[in-house]
């Protein structure tokens, strides 16, 4: 699961969310939006209450830039600059004290597809879903396939 925040800097609005896959999330928002927008950061987490928690804390810290919906604006630049670089959205998730999974992207092994495809096999195996996490983050370190690790 992902905490994602989707914006344009130019115009000074964004969108604090979680998703499964915020690739998907950004063309389902970008629809009927008429400014161009893309994902300004983003970090993986091992579940959707994770994720719930880092975005609960970070609406509450950004409750003051609330606009239309759920959209931010007038955000100032020095958040702005903690957004691109990713330290924002990290920092949540330490206050959070919720661990992050590295490197994840939608089409890397640990998204929801693969990991339908891993539950099974898994289960075989008798691991749980933190095992299975662990076991993606090694295989991507080693450079090898999941199923070399497993």
């Not at 007038?74 to 903690?82: H, R, S, T």
């Not at 898994?122 to 295989?139: C, N, P, R």
Request: hydrophobic share 40%.
């Amino acid at each position: 699961m992902f905490v994602y925040i989707i914006g344009n800097a130019e115009k000074n609005v964004f969108k604090l969310g979680i998703a499964g896959d915020p690739f998907k999330q950004l063309s389902s928002i970008q629809v009927g939006n008429p400014y161009s927008l893309s994902i300004v950061c983003k970090i993986c987490v091992r579940d959707k209450n994770a994720a719930r928690l880092i975005e609960r804390l970070g609406r509450q810290e950004l409750s003051c830039y609330e606009g239309v919906g759920e959209w931010l604006l007038n955000v100032p630049d020095y958040l702005l600059a903690q957004f691109a670089e990713g330290h924002y959205l990290r920092s949540l998730a330490s206050k959070a004290g919720v661990r992050l999974i590295n490197r994840a992207e939608p089409s890397a092994i640990a998204n929801q597809d693969s990991l339908a495809r891993l539950t099974p096999l898994a289960k075989q195996k008798g691991l749980s879903f933190e095992d299975i996490l662990e076991k993606v983050e090694q295989a991507y370190d080693r450079g090898v396939s999941i199923d070399e690790i497993l």
